[in-house]
């Protein structure tokens, strides 16, 4: 996985657009842009320090994946879970809560 896609993966899970980001760090919205192209242009150190202060994450994890503070790193599948359960009601939640509980419990 490429910075990109990390930096994609928790702008979504955490629900912040490219013009949020721009807002939150004063880069504009193009760079935010440039950034989640296909063809990527990587922010420089400084940028890099901005996005990653405004999302609350490390500048190591957006560009490796890793994190050497010791915090939990919530793998991309996760997230991509969780963005989506945020989409649903609170019965579809409990729902899906049940549902995982039975497939656990038959393990």
């Known amino acids: 996985m490429e910075f ?27 760079t935010i ?8 242009q990587e922010p420089g150190v400084i ?4 996005i990653a202060k405004a999302l609350k994450v490390s500048v190591e994890y957006l560009v490796t ?20 359960m945020n989409r649903f009601s609170e019965q579809e939640k409990k729902i899906i809560y049940d549902m995982i509980d039975i497939i656990a419990k038959n393990k």
Do not use: C, H, W
């Open 65 to 84: 994946g890793q994190d050497s503070n010791g915090s939990q790193i919530i793998p991309s599948e996760a997230k991509k879970i969780i963005t989506i």
């Open 33 to 40: 842009d440039n950034y989640l192209k296909t063809n990527p």
């Open 47 to 50: 940028n890099a320090q901005k």
């Open 4 to 30: 990109r896609e990390r930096l994609r993966d928790e702008m979504d899970y955490q629900g912040v657009s490219a013009k949020d980001l721009s807002d939150f760090t004063g880069i504009s919205k193009r």
